[in-house]
């Protein structure tokens, strides 16, 4: 019973500890192959790859502290957009988890986002700032705006510097073209 947990536990990571990436996407690529070759109603697909997409995360997620070093979860995240954009054009519309998981995934990364260190390298933040945007054109194809937010969060050099962010958390009076997303 011990030994499962503790193989449970260190599901997400790799013998040095670190975020095992390639276990992961194997099964998000397995999660999206299910969702292609499914013989369910669409309705059904949908519905399954929602919830082990969600499952997935969950065990990829839960044995990182945000607070220490958010930028394993971020990774995390990042994957499992990307496999959602991926299996979008196979979701019907019709399932309501479809919107509500890419509406969850936007909001976590968004506060994710907000928890990286003020200072990040230049060249990390520029891989997720075209990582978002890529992700929100491609998702905006099959008209989905969920991403839209997060698009306009990571225009900046870095979310902190996001002038609207900055004005509503200094309490000043926000500019009304400043507030348009672009």
Same mark, same amino acid.
């Given at each position: 019973m011990a030994d499962e947990e503790a193989e449970q536990d260190s599901g997400s990571r790799d013998e040095s500890g670190l975020l095992d990436t390639p276990r992961l996407k194997q099964r998000l690529e397995a999660l999206e192959t299910g969702l292609r070759e499914s013989r369910e109603s669409a309705v059904e697909a949908a519905t399954e790859y929602c919830q082990q997409?969600?499952?997935? +995360?969950? $065990?990829?997620? $839960?044995?990182?502290?945000?607070? $220490?070093? %958010? +930028? %394993? +979860? +971020? $990774?995390?995240y990042t994957e499992a957009i990307h496999s959602y954009v991926k299996a979008r054009p196979h979701l019907t519309s019709e399932c309501a988890n479809v919107v509500f998981v890419l509406e969850r995934l936007a909001l976590s990364y968004a506060e994710l986002l907000l928890c990286l260190p003020l200072e990040l390298p230049e060249n990390q933040w520029k891989e997720i700032q075209s990582f978002v945007q890529m992700t929100h054109a491609k998702l905006m194809e099959n008209g989905s705006h969920q991403l839209h937010f997060l698009s306009y969060l990571a225009q900046e050099k870095g979310s902190w510097k996001n002038p609207v962010l900055c004005s509503i958390l200094s309490e000043e009076s926000l500019d009304q073209d400043a507030g348009k997303m672009r």
């Open positions: 997409l969600c499952q997935t +995360l969950l $065990e990829y997620a $839960e044995n990182w502290k945000t607070f $220490e070093d %958010p +930028l %394993p +979860l +971020l $990774e995390v």
